[in-house]
Nanobody, 114 residues
Framework: QVQLVESGGGLVQPGGSLRLSCAAS????????MGWYRQAPGKQRELVAQ???????NYADFVKGRFTISRDNAKNTVYLQMNSLKPEDTAVYYC????????WGRGTQVTVSS
């Protein structure tokens, strides 16, 4: 069983930056593939970025060059650095952990608005 707690969301102006964090419980964090997803009002949840247990990364086209996913296995934490934020990035951002099954956090709200 893995518990995930996201933090770092908030209100930011267009062009600004935020860093999301996801702290995971458990002793085998380094074995999990981790990901960030988002869900905007009225839309389906979509993949933002993934990082494998060996550090390989994958990004949705709409965030390439702007967002960076990373992990610190010593701290059981995965990060999402978000730069050049746009109003269309407004959503609830969810952390995901996958190893034989998927685990989800409760999400953190990101609002990009002037």
């Amino acid at each position: 069983q893995v518990q995930l707690v996201e933090s770092g969301g908030g209100l930011v102006q267009p062009g600004g930056s935020l860093r999301l964090s996801c702290a995971a419980s458990g002793s085998i964090f380094n074995m999990y593939a981790m990901g960030w997803y988002r869900q905007a009002p009225g839309k389906q949840r979509e993949l933002v970025a993934q990082i494998t247990n060996s550090g390989g990364t994958n990004y949705a086209d709409f965030v390439k060059g702007r967002f960076t996913i990373s992990r610190d296995n010593a701290k059981n934490t995965v990060y999402l650095q978000m730069n050049s934020l746009k109003p269309e990035d407004t959503a609830v951002y969810y952390c995901n952990a996958a190893l034989m099954r998927a685990y989800w956090g409760r999400g953190t709200q990101v609002t990009v608005s002037s």
